[in-house]
Structures are given as structure tokens and as C-alpha cells.
């Protein structure tokens, strides 16, 4: 039994040992992996203009909301909606019956108190002179006096009444704050309207027009550059697009943000675009395109070298021995078929173009044709 047993683990032994030796043999007569069929171009430098864009919104330099101060009915409506109406137009008008009538009451109150005044002060003065003559008692004359103070604060008071009063009087009718494009009416005559609650109508400039977009941190010093240029830079810097269509007017940076947003890392930037024609709108989208004004020479390559893995951009470097190497770039702007590398490529390297959908770390590649002859084409310049 013990020789039986040992006879089989012996040739199970055997066994694998010749199926290890058939698997090297295997492998030895493959070899290593053939070479990669691909085209190579070289990345170069580039003078050419471009734009840098940004998406951006047209806003309103000046923008206020028409709310009513005083509650009531809306009695009257003074223009058409989307008028360009001028500073101190009347706009509105809200009943007045109910503060003309508190006004008069006020006033009529403030005349009481000014009689109440004239003779209290004609009581101080009479005690004042019987107490010279030690006619009368001490105390007589400073309840005089006191009655007089009170006199005073009551006129005061009911002075002030007849301000806030006649304030109400004045707010229900409403003027335009300033000079810019009025929209469309929230409410119609009879509409009833609560005191800083009910918005009536909003009222914006629109010439000149402003245009707010953000830009990445890193590029606040270019920005801040062009801004201390100001109008300057307006001739062809900055303009704006609706889609294909470029407007026709060029801007100039307002202003930019006084800090960067701590959770995009982006900071706001104000254009300002002249608008003679009111061809913008407050809350439009629109396009800002920035010349790109660098004066370093850009590193340009063909776009289809690019893969895109997990949100992050890299091409294929070719190095020693025709083998290749993922390295990262930033790219920027598409010119045509090319493709502006930001960073991470350096004129002069050598990268796969055509085939880099199969090609991995360290893999060695050919630019011969296929059949095996030569690809004699020059590199793409």
C-alpha cells in the first residue's frame, strides 16, 4: 500500500514538472509583445490668436425693486410697461383718503398743543412776576414751570407726528429713484397692496450694460493686469458671443471681486459693454471671450493624441527603445484640429497621435505602415 502511494505522488510530480517546462517553452517561443502600429506628430509652438472663454450673464449696473410703503389700494398707474422713464416720474399713486384725513387730524392735534404752549408759557410768566412780589407760593410757580416743559414736549411730539403722517401722505405716491427701463406691472388700479411686502414693478439701467463671469484664481493676476490698462484694453480684449453671433460693441473690466470663493476657488469679474442700441437684456447668457494676450509662444499638438481618464487629460510620450509613457497635460483652446497644452508638454517631445486608443504604460510602438514597409511620412508640422 505505502509503495502504491508513493508510486502515484511520483507521477503526479512528474506531471506538473513537465506541464511547468511546456508552459516556459510556451511563453519562450511568443515572446515579448509585438509593437504598436501608430503615427507620431511633434508638439510645437504656436503664435496664433485665439480666445480664452468664460460663460458670463448680463446684469443691470443699477437695479431696484418698486415695493409699496404705505398699504392700500392702487389708484393709479402713470406709464406703459417697458418705458424708459426719467428720475422723480410719477409711477404710482396708492389712496390717500385715509392719510389725507390722519394729516389733517395731526395737524389740527399740532395747532391744539401750540395754544396749549402760548398758555402755559403766559402762566409761567404771570407766577414769575406775583413770586417777585411774594404774592404767591412757591410751589404755584414751579408747577408752572413744569406745565410749560410738558407744554414744549408735547408740541414736539405732536410736530413729529405730522412728519411721519405727511411721509405717508407722501409715499403713496411713488417716483421713479432714477433714469433706466421700467418692466412689467405686478398689480392693476384697485390691486390692494401691504406696506414693504407687495413688489409693484422693477426698474434697471441698461446703457451701459455690465457682464459678470468668474475666472479661476490663478489667472487674477492676468485679469487684474488687463484692469489696470481699463479702457484701454476695450479696443479688442474683451467682447461677448450669443451663440455664432459676436456683439458688436467691445467692453472693459469694472471691477473684480474683492475675494476668491473659497469653495470653487474662483473669483467674480464685472465687464461693462457699452448698449446704445438696448440690444442687451438684464439676465441674458452669453459668452465672454477673452484675446489671449501671452507672451510666451503656446505648445500646440494634434487633439485626437489626447485620453481622457477620470476627468484628468494625458498623451503618450515616445522615449527611449520606441517605448511610450502616459504623462498629463492641462489643455486649453481647440484652434481647428490642434488642441493649446497649458502645461505639461514641452515643444520638441516626440507623442502618439493615431492608435493611442491601444497603447498602455511602457508600451513599445512602430510607425511602420501596414504590410510592414516604412511609414516615410514626415512628421505633421
Known sequence: MLFRRLEF????????????????????????????????????????VYYD???????????????????????????????????????????????????????????????????????????????????????????????????????DA???????????????????????????????????????????????????????FTVDQREVYRFAGLQQQGKKAADSTFSIAFGTEIYPKSGHISFIDRAVDPQTGTIKTRLVFPNDQHLLKAGMSTTVRVLNTASEKAVIIPYKAITEQLGEFFVYVVGDSSKVSQQKVVPGKQIGTDVIINSGLKAGQVIAVQGVQNLREGSVITTAAPGGAPNTAAPKK
Open 9 to 48: 505522488y511520483a507521477i503526479g510530480a512528474l506531471l506538473l514538472l513537465l506541464s511547468a517546462c511546456g508552459a516556459k517553452q510556451t511563453q519562450q517561443q511568443q515572446g515579448p509583445p509585438p509593437a504598436m502600429p501608430v503615427t507620431t506628430d511633434t508638439a510645437k509652438t504656436t503664435n496664433a
Open 53 to 155: 472663454e468664460y460663460p458670463g450673464t448680463t446684469v443691470a449696473l443699477n437695479q431696484v425693486d418698486i415695493r409699496a410703503q404705505v398699504t392700500g389700494y392702487v389708484t393709479g398707474i402713470y406709464f406703459k410697461d417697458g418705458d424708459k422713464v426719467k428720475k422723480g416720474q410719477k409711477l404710482y399713486t396708492i389712496d390717500q383718503q385715509l392719510y389725507n384725513a390722519n394729516y389733517q387730524q395731526a395737524v389740527a392735534n399740532q395747532m391744539v398743543q401750540e395754544t396749549n404752549l402760548i398758555k402755559a408759557q403766559k402762566d409761567a410768566d404771570r407766577y414769575h412776576e406775583l413770586d417777585k412780589k411774594d404774592a404767591i407760593a412757591k410751589q404755584q410757580v414751579d408747577y408752572a414751570d413744569a406745565a410749560l416743559e410738558a407744554a414744549k414736549k408735547q408740541l
Open 158 to 212: 405732536a410736530k413729529a407726528n405730522v412728519d411721519a403722517v405727511k411721509a405717508n401722505v407722501r409715499f403713496a405716491t411713488i417716483y421713479a429713484p432714477f433714469d433706466g427701463t421700467i418692466g412689467i406691472s405686478q398689480v392693476r388700479n384697485g390691486t390692494s397692496v401691504v406696506a414693504g411686502q407687495t413688489v409693484l414693478n422693477t426698474i434697471s439701467t441698461d446703457n451701459p450694460m455690465a457682464v459678470d
